[in-house]
């Protein structure tokens, strides 16, 4: 019996709308975070190279750890390009008894861990570039206070370098990538789970009659 006589139309399509999607933003969001996080992480690498005898701060233990959560979450973008193989491989079997098992609960599963990684990144991130800027404010309130002609004698002198503005740039570049793999995880949830966009929602006045996908 061909695949096509067992599986719905409906399904199909709603498969092969998955699939697509899946190929889509998996590449999408792989690309984007690998430059992003890239970026933010040599920047940050010259950061700790060169910080101050007293060691790197905080901000930049919590910046390291938000991009570590972003090249975790790289490798789980990759994740849904070979997820989208797996589903095109379903629809091209022959029959059923060939193609491989995929359940639509351990995909939702994995989209939302996906999420889960971002929001963690992003949290920690967050954290790092709300500590960067507060040094940043304390040297520039405490530089301020000292007299340009006898910084070079006083031990408070202690002014705005580039490197600080780096860390600035380098926090905000791993903070947009979480946010861009999350949006890419939830739109991509919405998809597999089959759920109406809210402005469908909004033009239906919450209802929905769309088909729910088959399970494969």
């Known amino acids: 019996m061909d ?3 067992t599986v719905s139309e409906v399904a199909r399509q709603n498969l092969k709308k998955a699939a697509n999607a899946c190929r889509r933003y998996g590449w999408i969001s792989f690309w984007v975070q690998l430059v992003l996080n890239s970026v933010a992480a040599v920047v940050l690498l010259f950061s700790l190279a060169f910080t101050s005898q007293n060691g790197p701060s905080i901000s930049l233990y919590l910046t390291f750890f938000g991009i570590l ?3 975790l979450s790289i490798f ?3 994740g849904y390009v070979r997820l989208s193989r797996k589903l095109r491989a379903f629809l091209e079997a022959p029959n059923l008894d060939v193609a491989p098992k995929i359940r639509r609960s351990d995909v939702i ?20 570039l709300s500590a960067t800027i507060g040094v940043l404010l304390a040297k520039t309130l405490t530089s301020a206070t000292v ?3 006898l910084a ?5 002198w202690n002014p705005v370098l580039a490197f600080d503005v780096f860390n600035v740039q380098a926090t905000t570049n ?3 990538s979480h946010f861009f793999s999350l949006v890419s995880s939830l739109h991509l949830l919405r998809t597999i789970a089959n759920r109406p ?3 469908h929602m909004m033009a239906t006045g919450g209802s929905s009659s769309s088909p729910k996908p088959a399970a494969a």
């Open 3 to 5: 695949q096509l006589d």
């Open 69 to 71: 959560l972003g090249f």
């Open 76 to 78: 789980w973008s990759f």
């Open 109 to 128: 599963t994995m989209l939302e861990r996906g999420a889960t990684i971002n929001v963690l990144g992003a949290g920690l991130t967050m954290l790092g």
């Open 147 to 149: 007299n340009p002609f």
């Open 152 to 156: 070079t004698s006083s031990t408070n």
């Open 174 to 176: 791993a903070l947009l």
């Open 197 to 199: 966009s809210p402005a």
